[in-house]
């Protein structure tokens, strides 16, 4: 039984900072690629950043490079996502997914993605 848990969403200042967690729990999800993906509201879902197995690769939205950065501990099997310079439009909910093939971000195809049920970002202008 695959589960994803995500966790450190809340209300911030513009220009403040977060981290969001998420702990991950099922066969072989150490093996797989782990991503962050929102929703804004009244918006389509879109990828944030996703990491390798290994952690040795990691990939970001244009909009978040050099604001959010992705990191998994495999030993903890958790998966954080540092936000920092927040922005108003930034606010949406968060989740976590294992991707077996570690490139569903970049595909599109999310069969085999297994998500969590999302925590709640909100940035105040």
């Known amino acids: 039984q695959v589960q994803l848990v995500e966790s450190g969403g809340g209300s911030v200042q513009a220009g403040g900072s977060l981290r969001l967690s998420c702990a991950y729990s099922g066969p072989r999800l150490s093996s797989y690629g782990m991503d962050w993906f929102r929703r804004a509201p009244g918006k389509e879902r879109e990828f944030v950043a996703a990491?390798?197995?290994?952690?040795?690769?990691?990939y970001y939205a244009d909009s978040v490079k050099g604001r959010f950065t992705i990191s998994r501990d495999n030993a903890e099997s958790t998966v954080g996502l540092q936000m920092n310079s927040l922005k108003p439009e930034d606010t949406a909910v968060y989740y976590c997914?294992?991707?077996?093939?570690?490139?569903?971000?970049?595909?599109?195809?999310?069969?085999?993605?297994?998500w969590g049920r999302g925590t709640l970002v909100t940035v105040i202008s």
């Open positions: 997914a294992a991707d077996p093939y570690g490139n569903a971000w970049a595909t599109g195809e999310f069969g085999g993605v297994h």
């Open positions: 990491i390798s197995w290994s952690g040795g690769s990691t």
